[in-house]
Antibody
Framework: QLQLQESGPGLVKPSETLTLTCSVSGGSMNMKDQNWAWIRQPPGKGLEWIGTVDNDGSTYSNPSLKSRVIISIDKSKNQFSLNLSSLTAADTAVYFC??????????WGQGTLVTVSS | EIVLTQSPGTLSLSPGDRATLSCRASQSVRDNHLAWFQQKPGQAPRVLIYDASRRATGIPDRFSGSGSGTDFTLTITRVEPEDFAVYYCQQFGSSHSITFGQGTRLDIK
């Protein structure tokens, strides 16, 4: 059973850069057709896609966030990461990582709450 | 960018009732790659249905999905107490893009 686990700071200051890592276990990141996604959910609100990295390392991101998002993958460490820059209070959210395999987001991390505050 | 609009915003039902949730897309969903998720407080979303009508592994058969193009429906034939939650539809667009509907809350009447 594939498992995903987000890690990173719970509190970051405005204007700083958030770095989150998603560790993948119970399966191989080398399997073909897997894509790895970041999704967030502000408190009490809906889900928002941040971006995706495919198995070849190509990245795709939400146009509303594109200029601030960098996503990378390190298959040797079974991890993929999110960098989100120029943070504001509007970036306060639970951040989830997930696997997109054949257009199904079956496996998700438990989510990590990130608060942007001075 | 495809916008997904869910209705109703809140659905109040009693256990044993039939639930019908709607998701309408602003443009045709590519290859009907439309999924439904259930989310309970403090938990990650759980996929119920993918590709519009395929039930995910381990999902009870009281959950079913239908529709194509721009109009999709999630039906729960007989709502169980554990089904009261928020439900989201989600589609895959071009370049691996993902969009979600705003959610429907299923409440106990």
């Amino acid at each position: 059973q594939l498992q995903l686990q987000e890690s990173g700071p719970g509190l970051v200051k405005p204007s700083e850069t958030l770095t989150l890592t998603c560790s993948v276990s119970g399966g191989s990141m080398n399997m073909k057709d897997q894509n790895w996604a970041w999704i967030r959910q502000p408190p009490g609100k809906g889900l928002e896609w941040i971006g995706t990295v495919d198995n070849d390392g190509s990245t795709y991101s939400n146009p509303s966030l594109k200029s601030r998002v960098i996503i990378s993958i390190d298959k040797s460490k079974n991890q993929f990461s999110l960098n989100l820059s120029s943070l504001t209070a509007a970036d306060t959210a639970v951040y989830f990582c997930s696997r997109d395999f054949h257009w199904e987001l079956r496996f998700w991390g438990q989510g990590t709450l990130v608060t942007v505050s001075s | 960018e495809i916008v997904l609009t869910q209705s109703p915003g809140t659905l109040s039902l009693s256990p044993g009732d039939r639930a019908t949730l709607s998701c309408r897309a602003s443009q045709s969903v590519r290859d009907n790659h439309l999924a439904w998720f259930q989310q309970k407080p403090g938990q990650a979303p759980r996929v119920l249905i993918y590709d519009a009508s395929r039930r995910a592994t381990g999902i009870p058969d009281r959950f079913s999905g239908s529709g194509s193009g721009t109009d999709f429906t999630l039906t729960i034939t007989r709502v169980e107490p554990e089904d009261f939650a928020v439900y989201y539809c989600q589609q895959f667009g071009s370049s691996h893009s993902i969009t979600f509907g705003q959610g429907t809350r299923l409440d106990i009447k």
